[in-house]
C-alpha cells in the first residue's frame, strides 16, 4: 500500500530538549516536505526536499532541521523545542517533477511542547 | 505572494441539502493548480477534488463539484447531499504550477458542521 508515515503520532516534551519526528514514503518520490498546522493559520511549509541531499526552507524554517539521506527519509528535527513549536506536523511527499501529481500526506504528528 | 483566503471559519448545513464553501486565492501566475482538501476528526489530509488553471471546464468528483472563476480569483466547492460524513475541516489550497517548490499554500479552513 502506498503510503507516508510519521512517528510518533502523538508527542510531549519539555522546552530544550531535542526530538526527532520521522517520516517515511514507500512510493519511491523524490519531493518530500514538512508543514506545521495551527488554528485559524491552515498549513505552512516548514522545509522541502527535491531529492537526497537537497532540502531548502520553505516559510517558516526557524528552529527546525531537515536532513535527507535516503530518498525514502525525510526527518524533522527540533534541536531545542519551545512552546511556540507546539503544532499538528505534517509529511507530505509526490513525484518529481510533479507540478500536476497529487501530494500525499502522512497522518500527522501532534506535538506540545511544555 | 500568493494569499489564499477562506471566509467563512464555520458552515452549518441539513443533512440531504447542499452547501457551499467559499474560497478566494491572489496570484499572479498563469499556471497553477488548486485543490480541497477535506480534513476529518482523524486530522488525516484527504484530497477532495482538484482544478488546473488552465481548464475552463469546473472539476466534479461524485457530490463534489467546484466553481472555478479564474478572473475572480474564486474557487468555491458545493458539496451535494450532504451526508454526516461529510463533516470535517475544509481546507482550500493553492500550488504554481512552475518552479522546484512544490509548496501547498493553505486558507485558514471552514468547518463544516452536518446537521442530521
Known amino acids: 500500500e502506498a503510503q507516508v508515515t510519521q512517528n510518533p503520532r502523538y508527542l510531549i516534551t519539555v522546552t530544550g530538549k531535542k526530538l526527532t519526528v520521522t517520516c517515511s514514503q514507500n512510493m519511491n518520490h523524490e519531493y518530500m516536505s514538512w508543514y506545521r498546522q495551527d488554528p485559524g493559520l491552515g498549513l505552512r511549509q516548514i522545509y522541502y526536499?527535491?531529492?537526497?541531499?537537497?532540502?531548502d526552507k520553505g516559510d517558516v524554517p526557524e528552529g527546525y532541521k531537515v536532513s535527507r539521506k535516503e530518498k525514502r527519509n525525510f526527518p524533522l528535527i527540533l534541536e531545542s523545542p519551545s512552546p511556540n513549536q507546539t503544532s499538528l506536523y505534517f509529511c507530505?511527499?509526490?513525484?518529481?517533477?510533479?507540478?500536476?501529481?497529487?501530494?500525499?500526506f502522512g497522518p500527522g504528528t501532534r506535538l506540545l511542547v511544555l | 505572494a500568493q494569499t489564499v483566503t477562506q471566509s467563512q471559519p464555520e458552515m452549518s448545513v441539513q443533512e440531504a441539502e447542499t452547501v457551499t464553501l467559499s474560497c478566494t486565492y491572489d496570484t499572479s501566475e498563469s499556471d497553477y493548480y488548486l485543490f480541497w482538501y477535506k480534513q476529518p476528526p482523524s486530522r488525516q489530509m484527504i484530497l477532495v477534488i482538484r482544478?488546473?488553471?488552465?481548464k475552463q471546464q469546473n472539476a466534479t468528483e461524485n457530490r463534489f463539484s467546484v466553481n472555478f472563476q479564474k478572473a475572480a480569483k474564486s474557487f468555491s466547492l458545493k458539496i451535494s447531499d450532504s451526508q454526516l460524513g461529510d463533516a470535517a475541516m475544509y481546507f482550500c489550497a493553492y500550488r504554481r504550477g512552475g518552479g522546484s517548490n512544490y509548496q501547498l499554500i493553505w486558507g485558514a479552513g471552514t468547518k463544516l458542521i452536518i446537521k442530521p
Open positions: 526536499s527535491m531529492n537526497v541531499e537537497v532540502t
Open positions: 507530505a511527499s509526490t513525484p518529481y517533477p510533479g507540478a500536476r501529481e497529487t501530494q500525499y
Open positions: 482544478q488546473e488553471a488552465y
